[in-house]
């Protein structure tokens, strides 16, 4: 079946430290994609990045970077350099086509929280 | 801001009743998600349509319907409205072609009393 596990209900980080969330993701699927989204305390769904899992190299943008292992089928997301700003939940979620049409699937989330 | 605009953004209705979230999707967006959250259930697909057309459903009840028009804005009507249909109901985009990101917008937040 496919499923996407966080197994990280709840993580704390001090302020100007680097957090990893983990993701694991099963699938028989040779191709697929992760993704990993913000959600703040006010509700809306933040993009943040993005692998293809024919990408070589793992995806970065700004401070997030997706620490991407094929085999052990795990897509951590790494967080550079915590603000206070990166409280949030964060989702990870994987895109697969299946009888003609994309379908995403997401992960129950991580409450990540800033400590000043 | 993802581009995508959601209205209303609270609805608070009484059990029985039928309710219209309204979703316009990223200038140049075909393909509309509609997606549900709540405490219990997390984050679920209910639905897609691409260009005007049902693309792939989820996990939608019967009394849940949707529908995009043909300037790609999005409807998702639901009706006869139980306690548990609170929830914050979310609608995201994604262009076609080679970006597969979905966009997506504030949501509603749904309460049935």
């Known amino acids: 079946a496919q499923k996407i596990t966080q197994t990280q209900p709840g993580m704390f980080v001090q302020e100007k430290e680097a957090v990893t969330l983990d993701c694991t993701y099963d699938?028989?699927?040779?191709?697929?994609?992760l993704f990993w989204y913000k959600q703040p305390s006010s509700g809306e769904m933040i993009f943040l990045i993005y692998?293809?899992?024919?990408?070589?190299q793992n995806a970065t943008e700004g401070r997030y970077s997706l620490n991407f292992q094929k085999a052990r089928k795990s897509a951590n997301l790494v967080i550079s350099a915590s603000q206070l700003g990166d409280s949030a939940m964060y989702f990870c979620a994987m895109i697969r086509r299946a009888s003609g049409t994309y379908k995403y699937i997401f992960g129950t989330g991580t409450r990540l929280k800033v400590l000043a | 801001d993802s581009g995508v605009t959601q209205t209303p953004k609270h609805l608070i209705t009484a059990t029985g009743q039928r309710v219209t979230l309204r979703c316009s999707p990223r200038?140049?967006?075909?393909?509309v998600y509609w997606y549900q959250q709540s405490l219990d259930q997390g984050l679920q697909f209910l639905i897609q349509y691409y260009n005007g057309e049902e693309r792939a459903k989820g996990n939608i009840l019967e009394r849940f319907s949707a529908q995009q028009f043909p300037d790609l804005h999005s409807e998702l009507n639901l009706s006869s409205l139980e306690l548990g249909d609170s929830a914050l109901y979310f609608c995201?985009?994604?262009?076609?072609?080679?970006?597969?990101?979905?966009?997506f917008g504030p949501g509603t937040r749904l309460l049935v009393l």
């Open positions: 200038s140049g967006d075909l393909s």
């Open positions: 692998q293809g899992s024919y990408d070589e």
């Open positions: 699938t028989s699927d040779q191709s697929y994609g």
């Open positions: 995201a985009s994604s262009a076609s072609g080679g970006d597969l990101t979905q966009y």
